[in-house]
Each structure stands twice: as structure tokens, then as C-alpha cells.
């Protein structure tokens, strides 16, 4: 009789959120145990499941960009796996260019595909073409769907149908139509009154009306002013349609206004060109709202050597030392301060991203906010004695970053950042003030170490030893012991695999502020202990 061949079997396992990973039993647990009770009843045919883990928890099917998936597929290619087992097909992926990327690859390296809950082998070209025509029927239906939600929104807009988001100022919604809410069309009215007049700016209808609406911004009175649904238009690429709802405005005061916003934005784009080096202007306010304005005085310096001085100066703030800020200083502060929130601003807008892991969508915010102009960023900024808070434009910070962009932030939707100072004078010529950030925006490393980071540093040499000197068995034993979840367990064991600088800097708490227990998660997205003892490699 001859010996039956043995085939290696991996099971891959992937789940696109991270909710109820923690549990002791999860999503990724069933898809492998199932995975696996199918790759013993085919133990007579000689498959056998190697122990590595491949899962992939929190990590969409729309991509291949996943740790987990890549570690399978260099393993295929060093001929360490003659079958890929997943519970469904679209675990592997969701999307039929990349499957058959994917397939090509497996193909190659005669790795075969087995779906246990579809019945799907691609040993054989019947299993290849099921699979084929399953997938291609999956994309077309999600494309078709896509094409018709679009549709419907176009066509509803076209009829004048409101279709949600944000309800404009003066209406409110019932049986999901706009009507006239009585209270805020007299704000609205008013303020397009005042505004025709020729005699406010958009900064002063602002101070005027927050106190009748605590929600109105400098941005928000500007997308008041142009918004043609006070005329009863709905506005769709850029042509309008007669809506459902009630006008608020008449079309000649609306008109009225429109040419002075007109008239004021062409003034503005000119003395722009003349102080284009004012990255904050019209941005800068004092705590109670009031605006800053820009100035230059002009230094004289050896050998008839003139220097300019820029300024943001606010005459009217009863603060002596926040009447003049110098420019450049000032600047300087906002920028450090929004380019070291990456974390929370990622944070913040970790909800409209649900197929990006946070690793990834952190890199993207962190790149973004290092090298985009304030200008771009930021909408407004208060400033008081001892704080200063920076308003970031969620969606234009959304627009900026270089990942597929799914996500829909509505206009206006602001992330504060909120930061203590000091002030300190300076003597000579104008009043200059020197605004020093907290210690914690002023550097961009620790200087004490991060007391959770190195206890699980410890841990992991720790467990390592003990794995090594064989007094636990396996990292199953480990997770029984410490009663944790073995994933956690995996987490921590990966750290030993830092390298000795940055173990270094962790231990003498010097290390980047940014880098967290947290975020080491996902450094090393295989399971690195048993890896080691399958493939033989000296621990």
C-alpha cells in the first residue's frame, strides 16, 4: 500500500471590524474552528493544519493591503502550504480582480482553494469556474445597487426631494420633508437683511446672531449666505431645481446678496496675493470671538538692514498682551500643535472610516497634517491667556488623505483641539508676545517611560524565556495562566521582536509619544512563537 500524501493545510480568517475581538470567543475563532473540523474529516486524504494563524481582525475584504494575507501569501511562495482553507469565499476577498490576483498566485505555487460553507476546490477547473462565475455575479450586483442608489438620489434632487444630511437653519424636518421652522427663518431673514445693507461683514453677523444661535460660525453665516435652499432651489452639480419646500429669502434679496459676497471675495483674492504669507488670516479670533487682523512693522538691523515683522493684531481685546501676536510665532505654535494630533484626530474620524484599520487611516492622518497648509486645514482659532483652540475642518482634513476616500463628513464638521499656553513679553518696538506651547506639543518624545508599554516589554521576554526553557507548552498555556485572551497574548509575545534601539528608547522612556502599547498591536501581524517552532527557527 502506498503511503498517502501529506498536504498542508492553512486556514485564513478575516473579520472587516474590530467589534467583539476582545471576546474570549469570536468571529475569527468560529471561521477556524469550522476551517478546521473540515480539514480533519479530510485527514484519510492526508490534510493536515499547520499552526500558524492567519487572521486578519479589523481589516476589509475591498483590498489585499492585509498583514495577515501577506504573511499567507509568502509562505505560499516559499512552498510551505499546498491548501488555503476559509469559511466563506469572501473571507479571501470581496473583490474579483483581486481574487483572481490572488488565484493566479496560488495557481502558480500549485497551492490549492477550498471554501468549507461553498463546496469550492480549485484543484479541479469545474471548482475554478463555479468560483469564477459566483464572484463575478457578486461584483455585479453590488455594482448594479451602487448604480441604483445613485440614481434615486439624482432623480429625487431633480424633483426638488430633500434627501437628508444637515437641516439648513430655519427649517426642520416631518414626514422627511423640509418645513419652515418659524423661530430660525426670522434669524436666517435677518441676517440676509443685515448683510444687504453693505454695512456688516460676515464676521460681524456672526458676533451678532451667536448669542440668538450658539451654533452659528464664521462658516456656517457664509454657507447661509450663498445656500439656495432658502430660495425654495434644491442645488445638484451645480444646477438648481425648484424643491418641495417653502422659500425663506426672495430670489432679488438673494441676488442682492450674492453680488456683495461677489464684490468682497474679489477684494479679498487681491490683498490675499499681498499677504499670502499670512497663513491664518481671517482664521484667528480672540476668545470671545472678536477677529484678528494683519500687520507688518519693519525692524532695523546692522548695515542698513530692514527686517518686516508680521503681526496679527486685534485692537478691541481686552488682554493688553493679545493685541499683537507675532505672526510667525503664532503660526508656528497652530502647526506644531495640529501636526502632533494625529491620534486624536484620527480618533475622531475612525467612524466614518469602518473598512480602514486605524493603523493605516493613523499613518495617512500623521502624513497629511505634517505637510498640508494650515490654510487648508483649519477653520477657525481662539486664543485666550492661557489656551488655545484650533478648529480642524474634518472633511477638507478627509479630502487630504491619501487612502481610498468612502468616508462622508459633512461640511462644517469641526475637530477642536484644545492646548494650554503661556504668555511671555518681549521689549521693543510693537508688543510682541511669545506663545509657548504645553510640554507635551513642545517635543515630540517622552521623558518618563510609558509605565503600560514597558510592564508589557518585561512580559514578553518574560514568556519568551519561559517558552524557551519549555515551562509552558504553548501560548494557549500562557493565556490559560494569565487569563487572557490569546491574541493579547501573541500582542505582547511580538514586542520582543523590537529592535534594540527602540526596546531602548521604551526602557529609558524616550521613545516617540505616538508610539503605544496600543499600536504595537498590529507592528507584527503574525503569530510570531509558533512560527518560530513550525519552521524551525532558533528562538
Known amino acids: 500500500m502506498s503511503e498517502v500524501r501529506r498536504y498542508r493545510c492553512a486556514i485564513y480568517t478575516r473579520k472587516s471590524c474590530e467589534d467583539g475581538l476582545e471576546q474570549d470567543f469570536n468571529s475569527l475563532h468560529a471561521q477556524r474552528e469550522s476551517a478546521a473540523n473540515y480539514i480533519k474529516s479530510q485527514s484519510s486524504e492526508g490534510w493536515e493544519i499547520i499552526p500558524i494563524h492567519y487572521d486578519d481582525g479589523g481589516y476589509s475584504g475591498g483590498n489585499t493591503n492585509r498583514p495577515a494575507l501577506k504573511n499567507l501569501l509568502s509562505d505560499i511562495e516559499k512552498q510551505r502550504i499546498d491548501i488555503v482553507v476559509v469559511y466563506k469565499v469572501d473571507r479571501l476577498s470581496r473583490s474579483l480582480t483581486d481574487f483572481s490576483k490572488l488565484i ?46 445613485r440614481d434615486k438620489i439624482a432623480a429625487s434632487k431633480k424633483k426638488g426631494i430633500w434627501m437628508g444630511g444637515n437641516v439648513p437653519l430655519g427649517y426642520k424636518v416631518k414626514d422627511r420633508k423640509l418645513i419652515t421652522n418659524p423661530e430660525e427663518k426670522k434669524i436666517v431673514q435677518s441676517i440676509y437683511q443685515d448683510y444687504s445693507t453693505g454695512s456688516y ?40 431645481y425648484n424643491g418641495e419646500h417653502k422659500a425663506i429669502i426672495t430670489q432679488a434679496l438673494y441676488d442682492k446678496v450674492q453680488d456683495i459676497l461677489s464684490s468682497r471675495n474679489h477684494k479679498t483674492d487681491s490683498n ?123 472633511a477638507a482634513l478627509s479630502k487630504t488623505l491619501d487612502i481610498p476616500n468612502n468616508a462622508v463628513i459633512d461640511e462644517g464638521k469641526t475637530i477642536n483641539l484644545e492646548n494650554e499656553m503661556s504668555l511671555d513679553e518681549v521689549k521693543g518696538g510693537r508688543k510682541q508676545i511669545i506663545l509657548a506651547a504645553s510640554q507635551s506639543y513642545k517635543t515630540e518624545y517622552r521623558k518618563k517611560p510609558d509605565v503600560v508599554l514597558l510592564r508589557q516589554l518585561k512580559q514578553a521576554f518574560r514568556w519568551h524565556r519561559d517558552l524557551v526553557k519549555q515551562k509552558y507548552k504553548s501560548v494557549a498555556d500562557i493565556a490559560t495562566k494569565y487569563k487572557m485572551d490569546r491574541a493579547n497574548v501573541n500582542a505582547i509575545l511580538r514586542m520582543r521582536l523590537l529592535s534594540p534601539t527602540t526596546i531602548e528608547q521604551i526602557m529609558s522612556g524616550t521613545q516617540p509619544i505616538t508610539l503605544t502599547a496600543d499600536l504595537l498591536k498590529r507592528a507584527f501581524p503574525i503569530n510570531w512563537p509558533e512560527q518560530h517552532k513550525y519552521f524551525g527557527i532558533t528562538a
Open 104 to 149: 493566479e498566485v496560488f495557481d502558480k505555487h500549485k497551492t490549492s482553494f477550498v471554501s468549507v460553507t461553498q463546496q469550492f476546490n480549485t484543484t479541479n477547473s469545474m471548482g475554478r469556474l463555479t468560483l469564477n462565475m459566483l464572484l463575478s455575479f457578486a461584483q455585479f450586483e453590488r455594482e448594479v445597487t451602487s448604480e441604483r442608489i
Open 272 to 394: 490675499s496675493l499681498k499677504h499670502s504669507d499670512y497663513t491664518l488670516r481671517n482664521k484667528l479670533h480672540s476668545i470671545d470671538n472678536k477677529p484678528y487682523t494683519i500687520s507688518t512693522s519693519t525692524k532695523d538691523l546692522k548695515n542698513n538692514v530692514k527686517q518686516k515683522i508680521r503681526y496679527y493684531i486685534n485692537p478691541t481685546n481686552s488682554n493688553k498682551k493679545l493685541k499683537y501676536i507675532n505672526a510667525e510665532n503664532i503660526e508656528k505654535l497652530v502647526k506644531n500643535l495640529v501636526s502632533n494630533s494625529a491620534q486624536q484626530l484620527t480618533k475622531q474620524i475612525s467612524k466614518y472610516y469602518t473598512d480602514t484599520p486605524e493603523s493605516v487611516l493613523y499613518e495617512a492622518v500623521d502624513k497629511t497634517t505634517k505637510a498640508t497648509g494650515l490654510d487648508k486645514l483649519i477653520n477657525n482659532i481662539y486664543i485666550s491667556s492661557d489656551k488655545l483652540i484650533c478648529q480642524v475642518d474634518a
Open 201 to 240: 461683514t460676515v464676521e460681524q453677523i456672526t458676533d451678532k446672531y451667536s448669542n440668538k444661535n450658539n451654533k452659528l460660525t464664521k462658516g456656517k453665516v457664509s454657507h447661509i449666505l450663498k445656500n439656495p435652499y432658502y430660495i425654495g432651489k434644491v442645488p445638484f452639480k451645480g444646477n438648481l
